[in-house]
């Protein structure tokens, strides 16, 4: 602001992809909308009102950081069984370079998946399966309009990824109102897309 003379708005970049998704891609048109990215960490938002909800501290919308398995691999957060710490990016090359006794990146992953190597399809449909049943944890939590899928994994996974991914998704929702669950249509731009956005809405709502 020094600098430009202009107000500058701040927003975390898993927020600004959600608020993009909302208004621009796959949640238009509804009232509310819940996202998740999964690419080499995991985050998300949730938009009511057209706004994305924060929360009281502004620590609203990290989803990877909720706990799934306790006692599981170490979280960057610093806490163990993290979502994030399960199915991100990170934790599928940490997994299969183990299994596999040298580097592997997601790329060879799901290279390996598609031949029907054993170790890769069990390591991609857990993955999945964790993502399908955080997101049916957050569905209880937020009751949203639309569900969406975004990030770099998630997006070019293969096939198989999210057939498992829905299958946990509808298993842990069973006897719930399943909202649509949806591919982010955006991909790289979401988060440029949605700064703007945030900038825009917070001189719309007066703040600056």
């Not at 909800?53 to 799934?68: A, K, S």
């Not at 957060?77 to 299994?99: K, N, T, V």
């Not at 596999?100 to 290279?111: G, I, K, N, P």
């Amino acid at each position: 602001e020094e600098a430009t003379g202009r107000p500058v708005h701040l927003e975390n970049d898993a927020n600004a992809a959600a608020l993009a998704e909302h208004h621009l891609g796959a949640g238009r048109g509804e009232a509310s909308s819940l996202y998740l990215t999964v690419s080499t960490g995991i985050g998300g938002g949730v938009v009511l009102g057209g706004r994305v909800l924060r929360g009281e501290r502004g620590q609203g919308g990290e989803f990877g950081h909720i706990t799934l398995l306790p006692g599981g691999p170490p979280c960057g957060c610093g806490l163990e069984g993290c979502l994030e710490a399960l199915a991100a990016g990170r934790a599928l090359e940490r997994d299969a370079s183990y299994a596999y006794h040298r580097a592997v990146d997601t790329r060879e992953l799901f290279r390996l998946f598609q031949e029907g190597e054993p170790k890769a399809r069990r390591l991609l449909l857990q993955a999945a399966r964790y993502v399908g049943m955080g997101l049916a944890s957050l569905v209880k939590a937020f009751d949203p309009g639309v569900v969406v899928v975004g990030g770099g994994l998630a997006l070019n996974a293969p096939e198989g990824y999210w057939e498992a991914l829905l299958e946990a998704y509808h298993g842990y929702l069973k006897g719930w109102e399943a909202p649509p669950l949806r591919k982010a249509l955006l991909g790289a731009e979401a988060g440029l897309l949605g700064a703007a956005l945030t900038a825009f809405l917070e001189v719309k709502h007066g703040g600056g």
